[in-house]
């Protein structure tokens, strides 16, 4: 599966964002897809995750609250709706795909986007 993530851009503290994760390929419901993010300096961070089955989804404890992750199979697409950003947000947001496994750790997932960046500004 090939994955393209999009919708970031630059934002101020409160505002909300859409992230969006088109893939393309067989099957990409039967994929397991999580939203990371890495800040300059920073290592990768796992953000959000929705389970193939259609009902499991865990968040990070620092966006629990705000984000939401959802998916469209008939699109082929997982959105990453984030609300009252803060500074801390701003990151380059990665989607990423596995066949099996749900899971915080990026090191399980074999297919990844290209990224998006998400500015949050003052």
């Known amino acids: 599966v090939q994955l393209q993530a999009f919708g970031g851009g630059l934002v101020q503290v409160g505002d909300s964002l859409r992230l969006s994760c088109a893939a393309s390929?067989?099957?990409?419901?039967?994929?397991?897809v999580g939203w990371f993010r890495q800040a300059p300096g920073k290592e990768r961070e796992f953000v959000a995750v929705f389970g193939s089955s259609g009902t499991v989804t865990a968040y990070s404890d620092s966006v629990k609250g705000r984000f939401t992750i959802s998916r469209d199979n008939a699109k082929g697409t997982v959105y990453l709706q984030m609300n009252s950003l803060k500074l801390e947000d701003s990151a380059v947001y990665y989607c990423?795909?596995?066949?099996?496994?749900?899971?915080?750790?990026?090191?399980?997932?074999?297919?990844w986007g290209q990224g998006t960046q998400v500015t949050v500004s003052s």
């Open positions: 390929g067989r099957l990409f419901s039967t994929y397991v």
């Open positions: 990423a795909a596995n066949r099996a496994t749900i899971s915080r750790s990026p090191l399980v997932y074999d297919y």
